[in-house]
T-cell receptor, first 112, second 113 residues
């Protein structure tokens, strides 16, 4: 089955530690995205990538980093520089002109 | 700048009635797509309907339809014969040719039995 897999579903980390969220897709989409969702804020774009080895900052990229070494994979690292990392993170993929973005099930990150 | 605005944080509708959710957007592009997504309590994002900017005809999907006003940069969602399962957060989204997809802040829809 084609789709997007995010792992893990729940993640707990201590303050000051970097943490990497995984996102894999087998839809053969060129573009991939990371969004952060907080109550009342909707989905805010962190980073997106149109092709391998290239990515663009979104509206809230500070404190985050990404890589795109393979078409299928777009991991997100939440660094210790991110001041409020506790949130729900969504990964998506898309091709312009197709049926919009397909989403993973999300990762709930809690930093204590 | 690419922006999406949803001015209704919450709405309620009686079961079997019709409700319209509002969305406005801004872009300097002429070729783009617009979408409405539904997010139920499971938090899974579900595509409801999409509209291609170069098509004048409004998109419809069963009980869901849009009113696309390109000049006004307006893209509202109409849900007919509302059902209890329609209760969810609804997000409007815009995708430019550079693949960037921006979402609005969402509208929480309550269905009253």
């Amino acid at each position: 089955d084609g789709g997007i897999t995010q792992s893990p579903k729940y993640l707990f980390r201590k303050e000051g530690q970097n943490v990497t969220l995984s996102c894999e897709q087998n839809l053969n989409h060129d573009a991939m995205y990371w969004y952060r969702q907080d109550p009342g804020q909707g989905l805010r774009l962190i980073y997106y990538s149109q092709i391998v080895n290239d990515f663009q900052k979104g509206d809230i990229a500070e404190g985050y980093s990404v890589s795109r070494e393979k078409k299928e994979s777009f991991p997100l690292t939440v660094t210790s520089a991110q001041k409020n990392p506790t949130a729900f993170y969504l990964c998506a993929s898309s091709n312009f002109g197709t049926f919009g973005a397909f989403f993973g099930q999300g990762t709930r990150l809690t930093v204590v | 700048a690419q922006t999406v605005t949803q001015s209704q944080p919450e709405m309620s509708v009686q079961e079997a009635e019709t409700v319209t959710l509002s969305c406005t957007y801004d872009t300097s592009e002429s070729d783009y797509y617009l979408f409405w997504y539904k997010q139920p309590p499971s938090r899974q994002m579900i595509l409801v309907i999409r509209q291609e900017a170069y098509k004048q005809q409004n998109a419809t999907e069963n009980r869901f339809s849009v009113n696309f006003q390109k000049a006004a940069k307006s893209f509202s969602l109409k849900i007919s014969d509302s059902q209890l399962g329609d209760a969810a957060m609804y997000f409007c989204a815009h995708q430019n040719r550079d693949d960037k997809i921006i979402f609005g802040k969402g509208t929480r829809l309550h269905i009253l039995p």
